[in-house]
């Protein structure tokens, strides 16, 4: 079963498999350091969902719900 990093509940270290989605989208992802093979520390998730903020690579960042579910994380 695949799991994003929308899904992911908070206080979870995942490690990230796949990108989905397309050039820029994906690009950018990719510029915030989110490749494949990096951890990912889930920190907090806004009541609604968006945005989740996460800790890669040392680094604290805030991730809109669309962008998480990009990520495909174990």
């Not at 990230?16 to 889930?42: C, F, N, P, Q, W």
Request: hydrophobic share 40%.
């Amino acid at each position: 079963m695949m799991q994003t990093l929308k899904e992911v509940p908070c206080g979870n270290m995942v490690t990230v498999v796949k990108l989905h989605g397309e050039g820029a989208v994906k690009r950018r992802i990719m510029d915030m350091g989110i490749t494949k093979g990096t951890s990912v520390y889930v920190r907090k998730v806004a009541p609604l969902g968006d945005p989740v903020e996460v800790t890669v690579r040392g680094y604290e960042l805030s991730l809109r719900k669309a962008d998480a579910e990009m990520i495909e994380v174990k």
